[in-house]
């Protein structure tokens, strides 16, 4: 995405996004979709939860 820099440590792992502010408010949906994949990404070793084990522990706090 124009306007976005990926900073990386001396391993070549990301640790820092840099975003010009104007690009952000030309193209704010793809800005949205960069941050989701980002967050999508440093999530990808996180334990997986069933969708239905997320409805019932939602029923068990009734909030479904």
């Given at each position: 995405?124009?306007?976005?820099?990926?900073?990386?440590?001396?391993?070549?792992?990301?640790?820092?996004?840099?975003?010009?502010?104007?690009?952000?408010?030309?193209?704010?949906d793809?800005?949205?979709?960069?941050?989701?994949?980002?967050?999508?990404?440093?999530?990808?070793?996180?334990?997986?939860?069933?969708?239905?084990?997320?409805?019932?522990?939602?029923?068990?706090?009734?909030?479904?």
């Amino acid at each position: 995405m124009k306007g976005v820099t990926i900073l990386t440590d001396e391993k070549k792992r990301r640790k820092i996004v840099q975003v010009d502010i104007k690009e952000i408010a030309r193209n704010p949906d793809e800005f949205e979709d960069l941050i989701d994949v980002l967050v999508a990404e440093s999530r990808r070793n996180e334990p997986k939860v069933s969708f239905e084990a997320v409805k019932k522990n939602l029923k068990k706090k009734g909030k479904l």
